[in-house]
């Protein structure tokens, strides 16, 4: 029924704004609902500004009517209808709907559990017992019950960290110590009017039982301005039996907390502003963090507002109060890579990569993002306008040095790696004496990585670093395209295998084929007005394709497959016809060729 229906018309007066694009729709609603025995109530209002906002009273059982609302989406019918409870059950359910808004959840996350056949009298006959009943069959998502907590302050720019793996074992209460920062107040609609709140950034540096012994401290990274948060605050937790879900009185709900857990009246406001004051209270409890599999769940409530709201003067009514959550953010050394766990053999890495340029950042970019402990990166050219086409970072960077821009952008983003840049042209003899040579570069860099990438798409670069890294056994991968970029490489090398120029020997005795591009002479270069040399035409969507491929492979080579030898990786975007392609890999061995007279 999402193909508009050619023989309906649009009825005279305010329709849905899909009523238009699929006419007949609207009735087809109306009438699966009149036939079932409901008659639904429009919201005229909402009708007039285009949207279908219905409420019904619908019988659960024969002792059992809730009041509903559902609101139509306006890409209905391709998603569903929400659907809110707004009474009928007391108490409500605990499980598949929204503790403050009462939308339920009727149906997975997965849109294509709504079939745009149904109508809204379908999706409750077959789906709304099972949800507010906790019974029939489910997708495997645990609750967690601090995404409804988050929501509270999500658009506040504020969070507060904390480590999945803290366990507080029999303690019940204490104080968490906070270091954090507010540099700026946001307007936000609280519940009882419009406010100015802080916008917190906080980790929690340690948390203490209410004897104030530390149980756990801050072993995670920190972006750079938090690690250096110069802010203090002590704040009050309390443990609790049971899941806490924010309610939709703020106000009184943290009344009755304060009443029950008398320990939370420790919080002490502080300034964020002139005449502005917050402060935190922590709860902890047990949450569904993943299906079936109950953990701590961590939730700081803020109060914050005027100073007289904390302090009201004598004989005077103190001023209102506004009250939200800071939304938790697990970044604990466990949290970070808990969505890739492939990338567990990167955590005690330490890999260098000789190049950063169009495809050796990308390589840079993503082994940080996926937890490499220790990048060192040796380039020595500087970011132009021109260049930035195909370099990851763009115009805030023009003028400084790929290797120290790339360094300090990956300190800002990915924290959890320490970055060294080594701004060194390799190969080039400086004239002063006091400037540091290949060797002084190189040999330590080499000897303590894991691993060497050669992004500079020189030879003579490619063949000094297989030879040092052969030396001391260190895996090495090159990168490269063709002058045309109709292909490239991504090659392995390792001891005791094919070197660079083993692969020289195989392509042109054509036992591997080469690239296509591979021979092309220097008409496929150009010389971009003031460059100092040539380049190759090509973009950089092209290029991470190689990028990305380096980094698969330095997993696989961290990982177990170092020992299978060299490898070479053909890439190409030219189809048998000649024709452009989606890209499409050739994968073969490198072993030693019996021409190359090379050190292997």
Request: glycine share 8%; net charge negative.
């Given at each position: 029924?999402?193909?508009?229906?050619?023989?309906?018309?649009?009825?005279?007066?305010?329709?849905?704004?899909?009523?238009?694009?699929?006419?007949?729709?609207?009735?087809?609603?109306?009438?699966?609902?009149?036939?079932?025995?409901?008659?639904?109530?429009?919201?005229?209002?909402?009708?007039?500004?285009?949207?279908?906002?219905?409420?019904?009273?619908?019988?659960?059982?024969?002792?059992?009517?809730?009041?509903?609302?559902?609101?139509?989406?306006?890409?209905?019918?391709?998603?569903?209808?929400?659907?809110?409870?707004?009474?009928?059950?007391?108490?409500?359910?605990?499980?598949?709907?929204?503790?403050?808004?009462?939308?339920?959840?009727?149906?997975?996350?997965?849109?294509?559990?709504?079939?745009?056949?149904?109508?809204?009298?379908?999706?409750?006959?077959?789906?709304?017992?099972?949800?507010?009943?906790?019974?029939?069959?489910?997708?495997?998502?645990?609750?967690?019950?601090?995404?409804?907590?988050?929501?509270?302050?999500?658009?506040?720019?504020?969070?507060?960290?904390?480590?999945?793996?803290?366990?507080?074992?029999?303690?019940?209460?204490?104080?968490?110590?906070?270091?954090?920062?507010h540099d700026q107040t946001l307007k936000v609609q609280a519940e009882n009017g419009t406010s100015r709140s802080p916008a917190v950034r906080a980790y929690v540096?340690?948390?203490?039982?209410?004897?104030?012994?530390?149980?756990?401290?801050?072993?995670?990274?920190?972006?750079?301005?938090?690690?250096?948060?110069?802010?203090?605050?002590?704040?009050?937790?309390?443990?609790?039996?049971?899941?806490?879900?924010?309610?939709?009185?703020?106000?009184?709900?943290?009344?009755?907390?304060?009443?029950?857990?008398?320990?939370?009246?420790?919080?002490?406001?502080?300034?964020?502003?002139?005449?502005?004051?917050?402060?935190?209270?922590?709860?902890?409890?047990?949450?569904?963090?993943?299906?079936?599999?109950?953990?701590?769940?961590?939730?700081?409530?803020?109060?914050?507002?005027?100073?007289?709201?904390?302090?009201?003067?004598?004989?005077?009514?103190?001023?209102?109060?506004?009250?939200?959550?800071?939304?938790?953010?697990?970044?604990?050394?466990?949290?970070?890579?808990?969505?890739?766990?492939?990338?567990?053999?990167?955590?005690?890495?330490?890999?260098?990569?000789?190049?950063?340029?169009?495809?050796?950042?990308?390589?840079?970019?993503?082994?940080?993002?996926?937890?490499?402990?220790?990048?060192?990166?040796?380039?020595?050219?500087?970011?132009?306008?021109?260049?930035?086409?195909?370099?990851?970072?763009?115009?805030?960077?023009?003028?400084?040095?790929?290797?120290?821009?790339?360094?300090?952008?990956?300190?800002?983003?990915?924290?959890?790696?320490?970055?060294?840049?080594?701004?060194?042209?390799?190969?080039?003899?400086?004239?002063?004496?006091?400037?540091?040579?290949?060797?002084?570069?190189?040999?330590?860099?080499?000897?303590?990585?894991?691993?060497?990438?050669?992004?500079?798409?020189?030879?003579?670069?490619?063949?000094?670093?297989?030879?040092?890294?052969?030396?001391?056994?260190?895996?090495?991968?090159?990168?490269?395209?063709?002058?045309?970029?109709?292909?490239?490489?991504?090659?392995?090398?390792?001891?005791?295998?094919?070197?660079?120029?083993?692969?020289?020997?195989?392509?042109?005795?054509?036992?591997?084929?080469?690239?296509?591009?591979?021979?092309?002479?220097?008409?496929?270069?150009?010389?971009?007005?003031?460059?100092?040399?040539?380049?190759?035409?090509?973009?950089?969507?092209?290029?991470?394709?190689?990028?990305?491929?380096?980094?698969?492979?330095?997993?696989?080579?961290?990982?177990?497959?170092?020992?299978?030898?060299?490898?070479?990786?053909?890439?190409?975007?030219?189809?048998?016809?000649?024709?452009?392609?989606?890209?499409?890999?050739?994968?073969?061995?490198?072993?030693?060729?019996?021409?190359?007279?090379?050190?292997?």
């Amino acid at each position: 029924m999402v193909d508009p229906d050619p023989s309906m018309t649009t009825p005279a007066g305010p329709v849905p704004r899909w009523e238009k694009r699929y006419p007949g729709r609207l009735k087809y609603e109306l009438d699966a609902l009149r036939a079932a025995g409901i008659t639904p109530e429009i919201d005229k209002p909402a009708l007039a500004a285009g949207r279908l906002s219905l409420t019904v009273d619908w019988p659960l059982d024969t002792a059992t009517t809730l009041r509903l609302q559902a609101v139509f989406p306006d890409a209905y019918p391709h998603f569903r209808p929400q659907v809110f409870l707004l009474a009928g059950l007391d108490p409500p359910p605990a499980r598949h709907r929204s503790p403050r808004e009462g939308n339920l959840c009727l149906l997975g996350r997965d849109t294509r559990q709504w079939t745009p056949g149904w109508s809204l009298c379908t999706l409750l006959q077959k789906q709304l017992v099972d949800a507010v009943r906790d019974t029939g069959e489910e997708d495997p998502q645990g609750e967690p019950a601090e995404y409804w907590w988050n929501n509270l302050g999500s658009d506040s720019g504020s969070y507060c960290l904390i480590d999945s793996d803290w366990n507080l074992a029999n303690a019940s209460h204490g104080t968490l110590h906070l270091r954090y920062i507010h540099d700026q107040t946001l307007k936000v609609q609280a519940e009882n009017g419009t406010s100015r709140s802080p916008a917190v950034r906080a980790y929690v540096e340690e948390v203490r039982d209410e004897d104030g012994q530390v149980l756990h401290q801050w072993a995670g990274p920190l972006p750079a301005d938090l690690a250096d948060a110069k802010y203090q605050l002590e704040v009050p937790w309390v443990r609790s039996k049971d899941t806490i879900l924010p309610e939709p009185q703020l106000g009184a709900q943290l009344k009755k907390l304060r009443q029950e857990y008398s320990w939370l009246e420790r919080a002490r406001p502080r300034n964020y502003g002139p005449g502005l004051k917050f402060d935190l209270r922590a709860l902890v409890y047990p949450s569904e963090l993943a299906f079936n599999e109950t953990g701590l769940g961590w939730c700081f409530i803020m109060l914050f507002g005027h100073v007289q709201g904390f302090e009201p003067k004598r004989k005077k009514a103190p001023k209102p109060l506004h009250i939200t959550a800071l939304p938790v953010f697990r970044a604990g050394p466990g949290d970070i890579g808990w969505r890739v766990p492939a990338v567990a053999s990167l955590r005690d890495k330490r890999i260098l990569v000789v190049g950063v340029g169009a495809v050796g950042a990308p390589v840079a970019i993503e082994l940080a993002r996926n937890g490499c402990r220790t990048l060192d990166l040796v380039d020595h050219d500087v970011i132009e306008p021109g260049n930035t086409i195909r370099w990851p970072l763009g115009a805030a960077v023009w003028g400084q040095g790929k290797a120290y821009a790339l360094q300090a952008f990956l300190g800002r983003q990915y924290p959890a790696t320490e970055v060294h840049s080594h701004p060194h042209f390799i190969g080039i003899a400086a004239q002063a004496m006091s400037d540091p040579g290949d060797d002084d570069i190189l040999d330590t860099l080499i000897k303590d990585a894991d691993l060497v990438i050669d992004g500079s798409a020189s030879h003579g670069v490619t063949t000094l670093l297989d030879e040092r890294c052969r030396g001391v056994g260190v895996p090495l991968i090159s990168l490269s395209a063709t002058p045309t970029l109709d292909g490239g490489t991504v090659v392995r090398h390792v001891r005791k295998s094919g070197c660079p120029n083993c692969l020289l020997h195989a392509w042109h005795k054509h036992e591997i084929e080469p690239p296509l591009g591979q021979d092309a002479g220097d008409e496929a270069l150009i010389q971009p007005a003031g460059c100092g040399e040539r380049t190759f035409t090509g973009a950089d969507y092209d290029l991470q394709e190689l990028s990305l491929q380096a980094v698969r492979l330095a997993i696989d080579t961290l990982s177990v497959k170092a020992a299978e030898g060299s490898v070479v990786q053909t890439l190409s975007f030219v189809d048998d016809g000649q024709a452009r392609c989606p890209p499409r890999w050739r994968v073969e061995p490198l072993p030693k060729h019996p021409d190359c007279r090379g050190g292997h």
